[in-house]
């Protein structure tokens, strides 16, 4: 179903204009979008964390999950001993959080949205985020330290000040509500992918139905599933794939695997 936030890509020119749609500043009379991308192979996928995902006990497990990774990672593994920067790493290496992965890039998003053959049938999706305009809707307590720095996405060190742990994260304001945060790069991938992460203030709150009852600050870019070859083949040219993406081995196969597939997904 298409909703009045849903932009639909006719083609791959159509495209470029969507993934740049208002990214010129007036302030600086440069090109800086406010926007942060994911893309998702399947249009109907919700924002939905991989915490989320556990079921209804989720708000329960975080805290254990999150301590037994504090108690058995090794300790050079983590810079500082932020819970910030504890949780960055966590969700970075595939413990269930309540964080979710997104870019400052859009062709890393449309990566992302059609990077998986066996969905080549469906339409993809690509959400675009304000995350400038996110903040208007932030607890009073953390708009100082984004005015101090002179900044609108936080980092663990801007956190740590107002809030260090993750339920007085949530008593800062009785309403859920989304930051972005910066991780650390602890490594290339972090890097490579221009990576952030979104957090709500809740474990068990969906970001999508809170963007939607926030409107203005979101659309979405609909790819359908016919320009899926051709976006495909065009970024694997530009070099956006696996290989840089995922730095390593398990990047490289992946990249060559799709590299010397067919056009088809019955063998995939």
Same mark, same amino acid.
């Given at each position: ?18 993934? $740049? ?22 249009? *109907? ?11 209804? &006990? ?14 058995? &990672? ?21 413990? !269930? ?5 997104? %870019? ?9 949205? /059609? &990077?998986?053959?066996?969905? $080549?049938? /469906? ?31 936080? /980092? !663990? *060190?801007?956190?740590? !000040? ?15 509500? &989304? ?24 474990? %068990? ?7 939607? *009852? ?49 056009? %088809? /997904?019955?063998?995939?």
């Amino acid at each position: 179903m298409i909703t009045q936030s849903d932009i639909v890509a006719r083609d791959w020119l159509h495209l470029q204009e969507l993934l $740049f749609r208002d990214s010129y500043d007036t302030k600086i009379d440069r090109f800086r979008s406010s926007y942060v991308y994911r893309g998702l192979s399947d249009r *109907s996928y919700e924002l939905k964390t991989s915490l989320i995902r556990l079921g209804s &006990a989720s708000a329960v497990l975080e805290r254990h999950l999150l301590r037994n990774f504090r108690k058995y &990672a090794r300790r050079n593994d983590v810079p500082g001993d932020s819970v910030w920067n504890w949780l960055a790493v966590a969700q970075h290496h595939g413990l !269930p959080t309540r964080l979710l992965d997104w %870019t400052y890039s859009p062709y890393v998003a449309l990566h992302f949205a /059609t &990077a998986n053959l066996t969905k $080549f049938d /469906t339409d993809g999706v690509i959400w675009c985020v304000n995350y400038v305009k996110t903040n208007q809707y932030l607890p009073s307590a953390l708009h100082e330290p984004l005015r101090d720095e002179g900044s609108n996405v936080f /980092t !663990p *060190s801007m956190l740590d !000040p107002v809030c260090n742990s993750l339920r007085q994260l949530e008593s800062l304001q009785p309403d859920p509500f &989304a930051l972005f945060l910066e991780p650390p790069s602890v490594d290339e991938r972090i890097v490579n992918q221009h990576a952030l992460f979104s957090m709500m203030s809740n474990p %068990t709150t969906l970001f999508n139905p809170w963007l939607e *009852s926030n409107p203005g600050i979101f659309f979405r870019i609909i790819i359908p599933s016919a320009l899926k070859w051709e976006i495909r083949d065009k970024l694997d040219q530009a070099n956006i794939t696996e290989r840089v993406l995922f730095p390593g081995l398990d990047g490289l196969s992946i990249w060559l695997k799709r590299q010397y597939s067919p056009k %088809t /997904t019955e063998t995939i």
